[in-house]
């Protein structure tokens, strides 16, 4: 019975192989769903003030191997934080929004750059908040698949809270995928 079901499942895969569809999203092996889970958990965290500090914001920093203090912008420490709990050890250069673009548009330290429009859950998105500047200066975790030019987003950092947001998409200046 074993044997006779083989046949048409491998018949299925090659046809689904040859007829070029995409693989499954990061999310079908957890990864996504747990960075996901685990930062929508932090949502309302504050920092003290307006000071980038408190006793968990250090926590995540310390654990991307940053000297602590001084306190620093903390949205990529929040993502790394919630892929670390993920089981994912991305690069602590994502305390620096800017380089960590330039590190996913090499294919570099865990992040691959992906067209804007192919986000989907669990993608990293950059924007250029700052004033004046086309570089990106803040990342978000994308927590739904797009619709209507709009996704949804946790992201640490924002108004000194970790907050979910929607964006427009045009806004984003690189998406990019975490890579294992």
Known sequence: MVRALRRPLLIVVLAAFCAGVAPPPASADGV????????LGQNGHREVGTTNCSARITKWERAMSLPVPPCRPWCGAFVHQAFLRAGVRLSPRLIDPAR????????????????????????????????????????????????????????????????????????????????R
């Open 32 to 39: 996504a769903d747990k960075a996901i889970s685990w930062a």
């Open 100 to 179: 960590s673009a330039k590190d996913a548009l090499a294919s570099r330290r865990g992040l691959r750059v992906i067209p804007i429009r192919s986000v989907r859950r669990g993608d990293l998105l950059f924007f250029a908040l700052r004033s004046g500047s086309s570089a990106a200066s803040h990342l978000a975790i994308v927590t739904s698949n797009p619709s209507g030019g709009k996704v949804r987003t946790i992201e640490g950092n924002i108004g000194h809270h970790v907050r979910k947001k929607t964006r427009g998409l045009r806004f984003a200046v690189l998406a990019a995928r975490v890579q």
